[in-house]
């Protein structure tokens, strides 16, 4: 039974340019999370996704947007990279509701020349 | 809006000696809590986590933790540290919403293990 799954495990961008980073869910999830880890400190939630659609998000700005798919996988794609994007970005799914626990891939660590 | 603390940055303990991590939350009501540990360049396990009930809660690994309402905490203790436990641990706090499961972290704590 897979786990969460992201893509890719690297990434080097420069400022200015955008990015898309994957994320496949645990086998029986239809809830996908994603957060940003910057070196040193905590995850902070970006946002949630379920039924294809952005039900909860965080202190984040436009530039950060996602998708779900159909088949609950998801994509985190932030435009315009500042040198403050470096970070780990990690998703979690998890079924849906607030006592359901989220399972978490090992991230994309994305760096910003 | 909910918060975490994690007063420790750093906590160095000697293999077979006992750890305790503390963490302390800002909510309305009670949430849910979580712990979660993270090893270099790998993801967030989860290690234990507690909704209801019994206010000691057993994890995986030998891990347990306490969730306390009048002290607003929820420390997580090891009788007896293994090198492998090395790692950095994560508190974190959940609302209690129908729908949606939006976690909030703490700073973390990273641990250090002495041989």
């Known amino acids: 039974d897979a786990g969460v799954t992201q893509s890719p495990t690297h990434l080097i961008k420069t400022r200015g340019q955008q990015v898309t980073l994957r994320c496949s869910p645990k086998s029986g999830h239809d809830t996908v999370s994603w957060y940003q880890q910057a070196l040193g400190q905590g995850p902070q939630f970006i946002f949630q996704y379920y039924e294809e659609e952005e039900r909860q998000r965080g202190n984040f700005p436009d530039r950060f947007s996602g998708h779900q798919f159909p088949n609950y996988s998801s994509e985190l794609n932030v435009n315009a990279l500042l040198l403050g994007d470096s970070a780990l970005y990690l998703c979690?799914?998890?079924?849906?509701?607030?006592?359901?626990?989220?399972?978490f891939g090992d991230g994309t660590r994305l760096s910003i020349l | 809006a909910q918060s975490v603390t994690q007063p420790d940055i750093h906590i160095t303990v000697s293999e077979g000696a006992s750890l305790e991590l503390r963490c302390n939350y800002s909510?309305?009501?009670?949430?849910?809590l979580f712990w979660y540990v993270q090893s270099p360049g790998q993801g967030l396990q989860l290690l234990l986590k507690?909704?209801?009930?019994?206010?000691l809660v057993q994890g995986i690994k030998g891990f347990e933790a306490e969730f306390k309402r009048s002290q607003s905490s929820f420390n997580l203790r090891k009788p007896s540290v293994h090198w492998s436990d090395a790692a950095e641990y994560f508190c974190a706090v959940g609302a209690r919403k129908a729908a949606g499961n939006k976690l909030t972290f703490g700073g973390g704590t990273r641990v250090l293990v002495k041989p």
């Open positions: 979690a799914s998890s079924l849906r509701g607030g006592n359901q626990p989220q399972h």
């Open positions: 507690y909704f209801s009930g019994d206010t």
């Open positions: 909510y309305g009501a009670t949430p849910y």
